[in-house]
């Protein structure tokens, strides 16, 4: 079992940065993909953001360029930096790891862009 808690959401205005963390704790070992999704209001989940124990990154092209994905030194925490934020990245953000098949989810974090 693994368990995600993310944090980091809020409200900021557009053109702001919000830096958004995720913890994983339980059975963290293995956890070779650790990666962002974020559900617009009345949208589909989508993914933002992935990384891989090594460090190779995948990006959604809506965020490339202003969002870095990156993990801690113990591999069991992703963070996402998002600068140069619009309106249209309001939405909740869910980090997701997988292990041995089977996805797991935290329980999401809201963040609005808005003047």
């Known amino acids: 079992q693994v368990q995600l808690v993310e944090s980091g959401g809020g409200l900021v205005q557009p053109g702001g940065s919000l830096r958004l963390s995720c913890a994983a704790s339980g059975t963290t070992a293995s956890l070779n993909v650790m990666g962002w999704y974020r559900q617009p209001p009345g949208k589909q989940r989508e993914l933002v953001a992935t990384?891989?124990?090594?460090?190779?990154?995948n990006y959604a092209n809506a965020v490339k360029g202003r969002f870095i994905i990156s993990r801690g030194n113990a591999k069991n925490t992703v963070t996402l930096q998002m600068n140069s934020l619009k309106a249209d990245d309001t939405a909740v953000y869910y980090c997701k790891t997988t292990k041995f098949g089977l996805d797991y989810w935290g329980q999401g974090t809201q963040v609005t862009v808005s003047s």
């Open positions: 990384i891989l124990t090594g460090g190779t990154t």
